[in-house]
């Protein structure tokens, strides 16, 4: 069982950034792909971004591309979402999930999700 919290949410005007950080309890952090996704009010959960266990592969979705920088410490258990020039568009609960497949993906099929952080953009 893996428990995922993240944190680095908040209120930030059009243009500016915010760094997500999502930590997993336990020791297998390094063996699970790590995404993050995000559910704006009334829409469906939608995929941001995703990194393999080594960081060697990362996917990110279209609207972000250029944007957002996914990373990942195994060593902290900590993976990040470096967010730039954000959007009103960008506002929505983004949430952090973990695969134990090796495959990474861009669909919802992540084995444990965190409770989401609130990331608000006002124009």
Not at 13 to 41: E, K
Not at 69 to 81: G, H, P
């Amino acid at each position: 069982q893996v428990q995922l919290v993240e944190s680095g949410g908040g209120l930030v005007q059009a243009g500016g950034s915010l760094r997500l950080s999502c930590t997993a309890s336990g020791r297998t952090f390094s063996t699970y792909v790590m995404g993050w996704f995000r559910q704006a009010p009334g829409k469906e959960r939608q995929f941001v971004a995703a990194i393999s266990r080594g960081s060697g592969t990362i996917h990110y979705t279209d609207s972000v591309e250029g944007r957002f920088t996914i990373s990942r410490d195994n060593a902290k258990n900590t993976v990040y979402l470096q967010m730039n020039n954000l959007k009103p568009g960008d506002t929505a609960v983004y949430y952090c999930a973990a695969r134990r497949d090796p495959m990474v993906v861009t669909t919802l099929r992540y084995d444990y999700w965190g409770q989401g952080t609130q990331v608000t953009v006002s124009s």
